[in-house]
T-cell receptor
Framework: DAGITQSPRHKVTETGTPVTLRCHQT?????MYWYRQDPGHGLRLIHY???????DKGEVSDGYSVSRSKTEDFLLTLESATSSQTSVYFC????????????FGEGSRLTVL | GQNIDQPTEMTATEGAIVQINCTYQ??????LFWYQQHAGEAPTFLSY??LDGLEEKGRFSSFLSRSKGYSYLLLKELQMKDSASYLC??????????WGAGTKLIIKP
């Protein structure tokens, strides 16, 4: 299985501050994803990447930006955090197996006060 | 719009069998996934169905009927460690995943 690490795992910040979450993978998978998970909702896609410098928006991309300057790193940035962005954020890679299932990082819990 | 429906919560007894249903209305269909998620942890892949029928994997089985827009996950010989949320996700015509909100399964001794 792919090795994925997310950092930080927990963060508390204040409204209006910038926040960057990092996702690092060790096996050169092409597709990487950022999701948020909130009670009562399914996982919601924020942004995804299909290669270095190749990214696209998901269903809840407003207020978020991403960058992928290296295959192994996918960064999610909240330019000016709001309380509605308090959530658990998961990074995922698409495996190379036939189903192309996703393998998730451990998650980053962000609280915006 | 695209929609995936699952029961919010189910309760079952250790050693028993439970069936978790998932119905979907999506723009196209390219496969259905089931994931398990323990509280405070990441989702982990359980099964994938792209053709109609039953896929068995140990104590877990997953069934798909594309004509009915319906799937279920069947868990046999329930163990306390099966207490978790079970997420259904459909890959649509654009190969994007649409996720259900998950079913929280509570196992009682």
């Amino acid at each position: 299985d792919a090795g994925i690490t997310q950092s930080p795992r927990h963060k508390v910040t204040e409204t209006g501050t910038p926040v960057t979450l990092r996702c690092h993978q060790t096996e050169n998978h092409r597709y990487m994803y950022w999701y948020r998970q909130d009670p009562g909702h399914g996982l919601r896609l924020i942004h995804y990447s299909y290669g270095v410098k190749d990214t696209d928006k998901g269903e809840v991309s407003d207020g978020y930006s991403v960058s992928r300057s290296k295959t192994e790193d996918f960064l999610l940035t909240l330019e000016s955090a709001t309380s509605s962005q308090t959530s658990v954020y998961f990074c995922a890679i698409r495996t190379d197996r036939e189903a192309g299932e996703l393998f998730f990082g451990e998650g980053s819990r962000l609280t915006v006060l | 719009g695209q929609n995936i429906d699952q029961p919010t919560e189910m309760t079952a007894t250790e050693g028993a069998i439970v069936q978790i249903n998932c119905t979907y209305q999506t723009s196209g269909f390219n496969g259905l996934f089931w994931y398990q998620q323990h509280a405070g942890e990441a989702p982990t892949f359980l099964s994938y169905n792209v053709l109609d029928g039953l896929e068995e994997k140990g104590r877990f089985s997953s069934f798909l009927s594309r004509s009915k827009g319906y799937s279920y996950l069947l868990l046999k010989e329930l163990q306390m460690k099966d207490s978790a949320s079970y997420l259904c996700a459909v890959k649509d015509s654009n190969y994007q995943l649409i996720w259900g909100a998950g079913t929280k399964l509570i196992i009682k001794p």
